[in-house]
């Protein structure tokens, strides 16, 4: 069973970094594809990148892309999403998503709670 659980939300100027974590305490990490969605105030869920759990292959969504990287460390069930040159349109709840077909068709079967990430101008 995949449990997940993100850390690392905060409150953050414009300009700053944050790196978000996402642990599977369920011990199912391995198997899947990972990745983060984000949801800000009155806008739907959106895709923000994904990792593949072999080959570590990532892919982006445009809006981040050359600011945030994913990367997963398996022997910890635990994957990271560190964010560069953070703006204010990037405050979101932040949600870990998983899959064994994630990296490809973007629709997860698991998520977490989410973390609330504010980016102040």
């Known amino acids: 069973q995949v449990q997940l659980v993100e850390s690392g939300g905060g409150l953050v100027q414009a300009g700053d970094s944050l790196r978000l974590s996402c642990v599977d305490s369920?011990?199912?990490?391995?198997?899947?594809?990972m990745g983060w969605f984000r949801q800000a105030p009155g806008k739907e869920r959106e895709f923000v990148g994904a990792?593949?759990?072999?080959?570590?292959?990532?892919k982006y969504a445009d809006s981040v892309k050359g600011r945030f990287s994913i990367s997963r460390d398996n022997a910890k069930n635990t994957v990271y999403l560190q964010m560069n040159s953070l703006k204010s349109e990037d405050t979101a709840v932040y949600y870990c998503?998983?899959?064994?077909?994630?990296?490809?068709?973007?629709?997860?079967?698991?998520w977490g709670q989410g973390t609330q990430v504010t980016v102040s101008s």
């Open positions: 998503a998983a899959g064994p077909r994630f990296f490809t068709t973007q629709a997860p079967d698991y």
């Open positions: 369920g011990r199912a990490f391995s198997t899947y594809s």
């Open positions: 990792i593949t759990w072999s080959d570590r292959r990532t």
